[in-house]
């Protein structure tokens, strides 16, 4: 397939941090919207872009929580918002777009990880829900306020974890094969991946381009509480003493390296004119070919991403599909 996904070499790397990448960049008079971003890599998010100049609104599901994570970064606007809520979603972007303001970065960091089998009040397979049709519905509501910016970018976390699962069309929610957990988060991630593709095509007439980013392995965030201690040490996430182990090399970061990506794709000016692409490092991630697949499964410090993350057409199925469930 022919793909966009060529590295730049941008100067940055693994261990590049989200205060390293934003240097210089000015974004007095900027709105930002980070979802998720009151823990782990979205409040390092809110932190920078806020001291970047930019007006930061964190949209939680538990304001009281999230206004006492953030009362050190001064200025940072909290709303109610509860992803799997349809009817919440619609009234946070109903409140923003009564403001007004154009909408210049949205990022989309909020997300569960690996829990038990959950449905929304539709039915819909918790975290395909919260951490896909979530977004997909705020982006839509919030379609207004991105093209007032005049030059909107939207970046997507999505995760390495999109090797577990491409999007099953077919069965979606698990209601006709066993659910695993971290299938289902790894049909997230790559919707979450595709999203960036089809929303890129769609919005670049309109200045809106997207990007999805695989942030690295950041243990200590909460997104993994659903893994006992026995399960990440297995995994090589902690040490024996239950200590996240800290290797950028091999993608396991702090949250502040872990933001980098995220806020490299929201902010570059290396990245103007481009979109729709999944990136990792601050850097736009190769195609993994069929050649070095297996390689790169057994080696979390190789970058890349699997074409079926990135397929057009896939992007665009998904979209119709998304539109239809979020009706």
């Known amino acids: 397939m022919t793909t966009p996904q060529q590295p730049l070499r941008s100067g940055f790397g693994a261990a590049s941090t989200a205060a390293d990448v934003i240097e210089g960049i000015d974004l007095t008079g900027k709105v930002a919207i980070v979802t998720g971003g009151y823990s782990g890599i979205g409040l390092e998010t809110s932190r920078v872009l806020r001291a970047a100049g930019a007006e930061v609104v964190v949209p939680a599901r538990d304001p009281e929580r999230a206004r006492a994570a953030l009362k050190e970064v001064d200025g940072v606007e909290v709303e109610t918002m509860d992803l799997i809520d349809p009817a919440s979603v619609d009234a946070f972007a109903r409140t923003f777009l009564a403001s007004g303001r154009p909408l210049h970065i949205l990022v989309n960091s909020a997300g569960i990880m690996a829990n038990p089998l959950r449905r929304d009040a539709r039915g819909h397979e918790a975290q395909f829900a919260t951490n896909h049709l979530g977004h997909f519905r705020l982006v839509a509501r919030l379609w207004p306020a991105l093209v007032a910016a005049r030059g909107a970018r939207v970046v997507s976390v999505s995760s390495r ?167």
């Open 161 to 327: 974890g999109i090797r577990f699962s491409p999007v099953v069309f077919e069965d979606l929610d698990f209601e006709h094969r066993a659910y695993e957990p971290f299938l289902a988060y790894g049909q997230s991630k790559t919707a979450n991946a595709l999203f960036a593709v089809e929303l890129d095509r769609r919005g670049r007439a309109a200045g809106v381009r997207a990007f999805s980013v695989h942030p690295g392995q950041i243990v200590d965030t909460g997104l993994a509480k659903h893994l006992s201690t026995q399960a990440l040490r297995a995994a090589g996430a902690v040490d024996a003493e239950g200590r996240p182990v800290r290797d950028p090399a091999r993608q396991q970061k702090t949250a502040e390296q872990g933001a980098a990506t995220s806020v490299w794709c929201a902010t570059s000016p290396q990245l103007d004119g481009s979109g729709g692409v999944y990136c990792e490092n601050c850097d736009i991630s190769p195609l993994v070919t069929a050649e070095n697949e297996a390689e790169w499964r057994a080696e979390p410090g190789l970058p890349g991403v699997l074409p079926y993350a990135v397929d057009p057409e896939a992007a665009a199925r998904l979209w119709e599909v998304s539109e239809r469930l979020t009706a």
